[in-house]
């Protein structure tokens, strides 16, 4: 079973960045859509940004402009710069892929998208 492995997680005081990276030998980057989804506890998983097959980029509101998603399609690996960091963007932080070109909604992250991780800590302090 293909697997993505996140990594870059860590503690910052607000205001602080962060880049998260997310690796995998199963899958083509190119040829899939790849997000990054977060959880924080007691809340529900949500997305936080998308990136088509073709490098097409999608945000939550909440991070827009904040946070950038990139991939190296060479080096199969999925980064989220992570800016101007808020004490509510404390979670833990997943990638996943959907078999598709297009990027499914986050709404159906638990039957379109795969390859779930253990996910890398992000804490942001006030």
């Known amino acids: 079973q293909v697997r993505l492995v996140e990594s870059g997680g860590g503690s910052v005081q607000a205001g602080g960045s962060l880049r998260l990276s997310c690796a995998s030998t199963?899958?083509?980057?190119?040829?899939?859509?790849l997000a990054w989804f977060r959880q924080a506890p007691g809340k529900e998983r949500e997305g936080v940004a998308g990136?088509?097959?073709?490098?097409?980029?999608t945000y939550a509101g909440s991070v827009e402009g904040r946070f950038t998603i990139s991939k190296d399609n060479a080096k199969n690996t999925l980064y989220l710069e992570m800016n101007n960091l808020k004490p509510e963007d404390t979670a833990m932080y997943y990638c996943?892929?959907?078999?598709?070109?297009?990027?499914?909604?986050?709404?159906?992250?638990?039957?379109?998208?795969?390859?779930w991780g253990q996910g890398t800590q992000v804490t942001v302090s006030s």
């Open positions: 996943a892929a959907a078999l598709t070109r297009g990027c499914p909604p986050p709404q159906a992250a638990a039957s379109q998208y795969r390859g």
């Open positions: 199963g899958y083509a980057y190119s040829d899939v859509c």
């Open positions: 990136m088509t097959a073709d490098g097409v980029p």
